[in-house]
């Protein structure tokens, strides 16, 4: 027991298999040999072909499917930006009378949106003029425009501390200074917003509840006095503005015959309500995610609403991406082991497209001390027998308290 725990455990906890189990490998067909010279799209992929961009089987299909509500469950590293950016250009290219500013290409970050249309630009029969007409960015952004050309004039309350100082502001005036952090209240209050709970729909019994909802009345009073909006607000004025105006509804319904909505994963209630109301009757929406990939949870967002999908549309064609181009057959075949115990997941095994040549060494320690002890014996044993130089090794953290524990370990010095 004690060597097993000092060198940590070579395979996950519950697994049958001995050692590290190794994910299948992925056949490697590709548009080359899927798509025959005399389909009417065949000089499409034989385009792609030579710009080097091939398309696996499930990539295909997810291109090729353009019409209903369609989810793309991708798992990490399989190709999602290359499937997203080329059926972008297949619907440019093959649905007649399309515009670029009909289609809504929703990101969850600003690098991620520019990356897409960096690498759209490149595809067959596309260029920078035509993918800049493309609407694309993040929620924030692309719904911000909406309501500036709706004459909502509000300033943006972009900086967190000055948002803070409203807060303790607020906190002065109705003599509650010393009772809360500003900060715990701004993260609640966007909490409800995200929710589209406001101040009045909050059920309040217990004295605390009732100042909470207080202090979210008068922020929301004062920002109103000011002029501003914070960005919570964004996205609620958005619903509704669409929701409320049915002409403004109707005319981004026409305006927005494909909607393509990255990350679906860590939406939240309020983003995807929006999309409920953008979509017209053809209901053209393509979501991609990956449930398995949900990290925003502390910023209100759910994989419930990937997971629910089918459910709202049960004309919904499914596909996944689950061939990994990143890592070797071991590094997925962890991955797929370690995740399989997840209880919330529409489920997918990875398949892999290169074979290790090492196997990677899984620690199950008992808490971070230990962790950065695991680790730091493994990298100076490695160094002591000459294997390798401390200069080899890259360490990943989550966050800075992990790494003063794996420095405070006395035999690595910085
Ligand atoms: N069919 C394919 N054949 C060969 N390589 C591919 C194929 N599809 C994707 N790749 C490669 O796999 C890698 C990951 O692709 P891409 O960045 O599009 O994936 P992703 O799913 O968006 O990644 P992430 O995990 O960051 O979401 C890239 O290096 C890409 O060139």
Known sequence: MFIKEKQGFKYPFQTTKNGIPLADLADNQTTISLVAEDEKDSFFFRSLEKQGIYLNNSQLQAVRTTDGPVLIIAGAGSGKTRVLTCRTAYLLTFKDDLKPEEVLLVSFTRKAATEMLERIKLLPGLSTSIANRIVSGTFHSIFLRLLRSHNYRADILSNSKYQEIL?????????????????????????YKSQMILPRHLEVTTPIEKEIQRIYMAYEQLKEKKNLMDFDDILLETYYLLKYNHEVREQLQNRFKYICIDEYQDTNLEQHEIMRLLLNKSQNLLAVGDEDQSIYNFRSSSPEFILNLKKEFPNLTQITLDTNYRSTNAIVGLGNDLIKHNTKRIGKVLKATKEAETTPIYLRPKDSDHEAKLIVDNIVADTQNGNRRFKDYTILYRGSVRKMRIYNVKEIKI
């Open 167 to 191: 807060m303790t502001q607020i906190l002065r005036d109705l003599s509650l200074v010393d009772s809360y952090e500003p900060e715990s209240l701004l993260s609640l209050i966007s909490h």
